[in-house]
């Protein structure tokens, strides 16, 4: 059973840092785009950063310049750096992976998705 595991999120000061991770484990796959997204109370989800297969990356405007996107491969784990952290980047944190894999003997590409972290920051 695949699953994606979310960690490294908590309580922290304005202007501090975070580093997330995301690991997929239980089977045989490759992973290709991974993203992380976000979602406040009452706010609708966002994407904040992905990482393709090939490691190009995309941010949000929000984050641009203040996080940072990026995969280890051996161990099938994306990271989020989160520097300069503000109460606006308060949210839970979940992953999204699409995943090359065979599935009930089919093969193909599968999206998965983390449990999500929590994120406080305060002012």
């Known amino acids: 059973q695949v699953q994606l595991v979310e960690s490294g999120g908590g309580l922290v000061q304005a202007g501090g840092s975070l580093r997330l991770s995301c690991a997929a484990s239980?089977?045989?796959?490759?992973?290709?785009?991974v993203g992380w997204y976000r979602q406040a109370p009452g706010k609708q989800r966002e994407l904040v950063a992905d990482i393709s297969g090939p490691g190009s990356t995309n941010y949000a405007d929000s984050v641009k310049g203040r996080f940072t996107i990026s995969r280890d491969n051996a161990k099938n784990t994306v990271y989020l750096q989160m520097n300069s952290l503000k109460p606006e980047d308060t949210a839970v944190y979940y992953c999204?992976?699409?995943?090359?894999?065979?599935?009930?003997?089919?093969?193909?590409?599968?999206?998965?998705w983390g449990q999500g972290t929590q994120v406080t920051v305060s002012s």
């Open positions: 999204n992976a699409v995943l090359s894999m065979q599935r009930a003997g089919i093969t193909g590409q599968y999206s998965y």
């Open positions: 239980g089977g045989t796959f490759s992973i290709n785009a």
